[in-house]
């Protein structure tokens, strides 16, 4: 049966009518018939036809009563939840039927109640829902889920009513600190107080205890994955750990959730980590194995999360001198069939593992990408080789090689992308020049857009010296100077004056002028036009008629100066990190800007002080062998004693778990032998069948 | 913390619109998804305080809306809405959600989304759990194989079951009885094992293990690169044990190479992570039906030999004869006593008709040492069926021709003037006219301008054999209470993964 027909938009009437015309009758047809109609106005709902499905309150209403099917009592419950922003004055008689429901005792009833009760912006509801919320905290012998549905309900009213949450969060606090509780509550709660702290305005911090927090780490195997997540991610930041040996302690807690198969839960485990290798004096290689091998493994999930974890990556990466991830370049490869999102992304963390001694590999995966079929990619792919030119000293000479390689392949943007590159390449190394200026000249017919062209532009002004026809170059592009974008106007402008005072021949003073008269004169942009007139002037200067202020050595020093080196730092400055390494898995982090760049607002975030605190993070020693015997002395005896209870099962004779695989073994040889010694096994199996008998004869 | 979700269409029009903290208007929120969407990168867009996240799934997308702080941790929330997607597909017993199966369970799915959600933080996305609370029926358009457990009320998760236990339960007859029990069972996530109820009880006490292997394997074969080798595993389990058992595997990777093995593999919910670095098996309490105990991606040495391996591609041309032979030879690489139950390896044909002159009016010719070979001439590949070939190890190899007739010009020429000076009509063809089809599906491709490679690819199955080499070395089942006996069967396979090719 197709519920299409359900799926369309009503006109509140024709659903009135049909719950009317089944009110009557109470038997089974009917009311799968108000059950339909009721649907329909989910489905209503869900198409956002709001206006029409609030003049159904009171028949939502009466069928309340009448029907104790969980099912209407469900869409009973969404209904109102759905229309809680209208503040109808039917609500009034709603809330008895609520508190009825809360009053029902079947667990699932009374946990859609106290979300309901909560989730409806009313004084009177919300007033219920914590006199209610706290009822259920206060019972010790109240079920699991509706404990935890009364901790949201009191987050959400917490959030509502800021006032009233020092109160609210005083019981959440009780729930977490009783050890009475069940694990999964105690999580709950641990959550509910981070996310009420996280959404106040003020900067604190909860300050958990030592205790409380390590045995919350305790109880991790004993939850939910997402609570696990939950509570990781609420550990983070929240309790400071006061001794290398705390920190080292609280990692080897965190580890083996790495291991996890819910993304979720492994990615709050390395934020934890990532956190907590603040506060430790060493860290041992075991550990940064562990979190790049477990990165590595969700690079197979969906392409979102994949995006998740790529950006993590990013940051970790950025952060330090030393990092805490070590990855094989081709794990970042880009894939055909990958979104673009995530070539993006691939390519940029491309960009920041190269070093000299991965360079070739890079390049080789580089110039794939670059004929790509994806324009994008390609285009994207030629920057980043021109970056890596700027930032690897070493690499230059590769980085021009493969420009010009992809350079003869003349296609169309290709071209016009390089060249862009170039003048960065070029302005970086100009003892470089002499390799490609010649080559680069080629192409000055076919470069079109205009950063491409501005970039030929200041190539040729700049290497005019060694291109004996640089003038007819230049020509080139100084002829058509009107139509020019604004962009390319600017260079043209500047250029010009440049090559005048380089090379003061009648020609280049003619063209000069020419190109000053145009931009004051001809075209109206003001920034265009004042500064032609700041040159103008300048040159004017030099001019005997105008009293020779300035030689012309002089102005060449001003126009023509000796350019500043440019570098590309690929990391971020120290604060910046720190803040964004605290807030993994917000977008913050994702988008790699610190919060109060994007919102001035906030506040930023800080490590919080601590004796364990470590000033210099680059100079983190990452340690070969296993250092977990330094680490915590308790830790480490449990570890060691466990193993040696349990080292290899397999040899132990006494041990009943024998490996499956010998004991096949035994009966293959068995078989395959009774055949060549069926003759002599005969007689033992005569006498067997005789001793047996004896008892008997 | 979701404030409100929507399951949108590819016209991005809403299907599915849950408001979690009753904010205003929430289609309006679908409607300003409509406008960012399109300038986004990545499934995070943050635009005027909202944070919208979203993922693509077969066309339909999966949307949270927040706009509490920018402190929220949206890590939880996307892996959340994979997990809700991967719920909803088994749910409704498809292999993809569409528009109309969204439609025609939206019930069900609001449902879904206050079971899993709780003031839109995800709480439980099990499907063995969840399955126990809500048990309205997916409304799937009927197909006529599972009719039969259509007709039976508790069967939801009997139509799970693969084939091979349907007929076991078949045989036994009492598998339904104990669906009828274990339904009564108290099924509550309020302990604190969350992913296992107690009481549950079978007659007969089963545990299957499932390794199933996926090799990737990316070759240029021209310049004998080898460029990716990889084994994708997985250990699907499916449990019928009563009581609250123990269950142990010892893998013999984890006895060998250890941090190699934990460092590239992910665990399910139930097993015990801490007691894995220091034990060297895996325990765990399993949920009950199915799950998916572990999956791990490893990687091979370069000059490991892939199952099915490439050892030789020839094209000769015989000018003289107007000869065209062609001949691959592959070699097996798994257990001599095993043979592969599909293999299937697809040769292109497109630059070999680039590049000769083929006639097509006679008739290629075929043979193989195994199997058959398929000429599709639409696709333009030689398809070689080699199922049930037998193992070894470099021993053995396999080989395939094909000939194909170039175009002869001189005897086309004398045809034609025999034609011309005979009154009779030309001799009548028998069979397909592979000439005319070929030129049919040219002239329909060249519009259309297609990007296919020239790769040879391979599809196998190879059972009892893991390419890489695991084994369970043992697997214990322990229930304290009840000390039943047990059986547990084990399986392995391994299949080729989508990439697995040759380029030639």
């Keep these: ?697 | 913390m979701s404030s409100c979700v929507f399951i949108l269409d590819e016209q991005l029009n809403p299907l599915i619109l849950r408001n979690l903290k009753s904010i205003a208007h929430p289609e309006w929120y679908a409607l300003y998804f409509k406008r960012v969407h399109p300038q986004s990168r990545g499934p995070v867009i943050y635009s005027k305080g909202i944070i919208y996240i979203y993922i693509l799934r077969d066309g339909l997308y999966f949307v949270s809306v927040s706009n509490g702080g920018l402190r929220f941790n949206l890590m939880g929330i996307l892996a959340y809405l994979n997990d809700f997607h991967a719920l909803l597909v088994k749910y409704l017993k498809v292999n993809k959600v569409d528009r109309t199966g969204i439609i025609d369970n939206f019930n069900l799915i609001y449902e879904l989304f206050d079971e899993s959600l709780d003031y839109g933080i995800p709480q439980l996305t099990d499907y063995n759990i969840i399955r126990d609370s809500i048990k309205i029926e997916a409304n799937v358009p009927k197909v006529p194989s599972n009719s039969q457990a259509d007709s039976d009320e508790e069967s939801g998760p009997e139509i799970l079951q693969s084939k091979e236990n349907k007929d076991k339960a078949d045989i036994h007859g009492f598998r339904d009885d104990e669906q009828y029990i274990n339904s009564f069972v108290l099924r509550t996530t309020t302990q604190a094992i969350s992913w296992r109820p107690k009481g549950i009880y079978y007659t007969k006490n089963e545990l299957f293990v499932d390794i199933i292997e996926r090799q990737s394997y990316l070759m240029d074969f021209k310049n004998s690169q080898v460029r990716q080798t990889f084994v994708y595993g997985k250990i699907n389990c499916r449990s019928y044990l009563s009581g609250m058992p123990i269950v142990r595997v010892c893998i013999n990777k984890m006895l060998k190479d250890k941090d190699l093995f934990l460092g590239s593999s992910k665990f399910h919910q139930c097993v015990s992570l801490e007691s894995l670095s220091s034990q060297d098996y895996i325990e765990f309490i399993p949920p009950d039906g199915d799950f998916q105990l572990c999956e791990y991606k490893l990687k091979r040495h370069i000059n490991d030999s892939p199952i099915i391996k490439l050892i030789d591609y020839k094209i000769n041309e015989r000018q003289k004869k107007h000869r065209l032979h062609l001949s691959v030879t592959i070699q097996p690489h798994f257990k001599a006593q095993n043979s592969a139950t599909a293999l299937k390896i697809h040769i292109p044909t497109r630059d070999l008709f680039q590049n000769y002159k083929i006639d097509l009016t006679k008739a290629p010719r075929f043979k193989c040492d195994h199997g058959s070979v398929f000429f599709n001439l639409s696709d333009e590949l030689l398809l070689w069926d080699a199922q049930g070939i037998k193992g070894g190890h470099g021993e053995t190899s396999y080989s395939m021709h094909v000939e194909f007739a170039l175009f002869d010009e001189e005897e086309h020429a004398r045809k034609l003037e025999q034609i011309k000076k005979s009154m009779d009509p030309p001799p009548l063809r028998e069979g397909a006219h592979l000439e005319e089809l070929y030129a049919q599906v040219k002239s329909n491709k060249e519009g259309k301008g297609q990007f296919q490679s020239n790769a040879i690819t391979a599809e196998f199955e190879v059972p009892y054999y893991t390419s890489s080499g695991l084994r369970v070395e043992y697997l214990k089942i322990s229930e304290e209470n009840l000390k039943y006996q047990s059986f547990s069967w084990v399986r392995y396979k391994t299949i080729n993964d989508t990439e697995y090719a040759y380029q030639v």
Aim: aromatic share 8%; hydrophobic share 40%.
């Design chain 1, 1 to 697: 049966m197709s519920e299409l027909r359900l799926f369309s938009k009503c006109k509140a009437y024709e659903i009135r009518a049909e719950l009317q015309q089944t009110n009557i009758k109470k038997h089974r047809a009917s009311a799968t018939k108000r059950k339909d109609a009721l649907r329909k106005i989910i489905a209503n709902l869900s198409m956002g036809n709001f206006g029409e499905m609030a003049l159904l309150f009171p028949d939502v209403l009466r069928f309340w009563q009448v029907e104790d099917d969980l099912e209407v009592k469900r869409i009973c419950h969404h209904y109102l939840v759905a229309m809680a922003p209208t503040k109808s004055g039917h609500f009034a008689t709603a809330l008895s039927m609520v508190l009825e429901d809360f009053n029902s005792g079947t667990e699932a009833v009374q946990i859609l109640a106290l979300r309901t009760l909560s989730s409806v912006p009313l004084p009177a509801y919300l007033e219920e829902a914590s006199k209610c919320a706290s009822a259920v905290l206060h019972q010790h012998s109240e079920p699991e889920a509706l404990k935890k549905a009364a901790l949201y309900a009191l987050l959400r009213l917490a959030q509502l009513d800021s006032e009233r949450s020092q109160l609210l969060m005083g019981i959440v606090g009780k729930v977490l600190q009783s050890a009475k509780e069940k694990p999964s509550v105690r999580a709950h709660a641990l959550f509910v107080l981070y996310q009420e702290e996280e959404s106040s305005s003020e900067t604190r911090t909860m300050g958990l205890g030592r205790d409380l927090c390590l045995s919350m780490l305790e109880l991790l195997p004993r939850l939910n994955e997402w609570d696990n997540g939950r509570v990781l991610d609420a550990l983070t930041a929240n309790y400071v750990p006061q001794t290398h040996d705390d920190a080292h302690f609280m990692i080897d807690k965190a580890l083996p959730q790495l291991q996890h198969a819910n993304t979720s839960v492994v990615l709050n485990a390395l934020k934890l980590i990532v956190f907590l290798t603040n506060y430790v004096d060493r860290l041992s290689e075991s550990i940064v194995k562990q979190l790049s091998s477990s990165v590595i493994s969700l690079l197979n999930k969906p392409p979102e999360l994949q995006f998740l974890v790529l950006r993590n990556v990013i940051l970790l990466l950025l952060g330090r001198e030393k990092p805490l991830l070590k990855v094989d370049v081709p794990y970042f490869f880009v894939e055909f069939n990958d979104p673009i999102y995530i070539k993006d992304t691939k390519l940029e963390i491309l960009y920041l593992l190269a070093k000299e001694d991965n360079l070739a590999q890079i390049f080789q995966e580089l110039k794939e990408y670059a004929t790509d079929i994806d324009i994008q990619m390609s285009r994207k792919a030629i920057r980043a080789v021109g970056n890596l030119a700027v930032k690897l000293k070493n690499s230059v000479d590769e980085c021009i090689n493969l420009l010009l390689d992809l350079l003869d392949f003349e296609v169309e943007y290709i071209v016009q992308e390089i060249i862009s590159v170039f003048k960065n390449v070029l302005r970086r190394y100009p003892e470089k020049s002499k390799l490609c200026l010649y080559k680069l000249v080629r192409f000055t017919d076919s470069v079109q857009e205009p950063e491409s062209r501005s970039s030929m532009i200041w190539i040729i002004t700049q290497y005019s010296s060694q291109l004996p026809n640089y003038f007819e170059l230049f020509e080139g592009f100084s002829n058509n100077f009107l139509e020019e974008s604004l962009e390319v106007q600017f260079t043209i402008l500047s250029s010009t004056v440049k090559l005048f005072t380089r090379h003061p021949t009648p020609a280049t003073e003619k063209l000069c002028i020419n190109i000053l008269k145009s931009s004051t004169e001809k075209l109206d942009n003001p920034d265009l036009r004042d500064r032609a007139f700041m040159y103008w002037r300048l040159l004017s200067c030099t001019q005997k008629s105008g009293g020779n202020i300035l030689t012309m050595d002089a102005v060449r020093e001003v126009v023509d100066g000796n350019l500043p080196l440019i570098t590309l730092n690929s990391r971020l400055d120290p604060h910046v990190i720190e803040e964004l390494e605290l807030s993994i898995g917000t977008i913050v982090s994702i988008y790699l800007k610190p919060v109060n760049q994007v919102f001035r607002l906030n506040k930023p975030r800080v490590l919080p002080k601590s004796p364990a605190l470590n000033s210099d993070k680059d100079n983190l020693e990452i340690i070969a062998d296993d250092t977990r015997s330094h680490s915590s002395s308790f830790t480490d005896d449990s570890s060691l004693a466990s193993r040696r209870q349990s080292s290899s099962p397999v040899k132990k004779m006494d041990d009943y778990d024998r490996p499956a695989e010998v004991v096949n073994q035994l009966k293959l040889k068995r078989k395959t032998s009774s055949a060549t010694s069926l003759l002599s096994r005969k007689p033992s199996v005569l006498g067997r069948k005789l001793s047996m008998k004896r008892p008997f004869g």
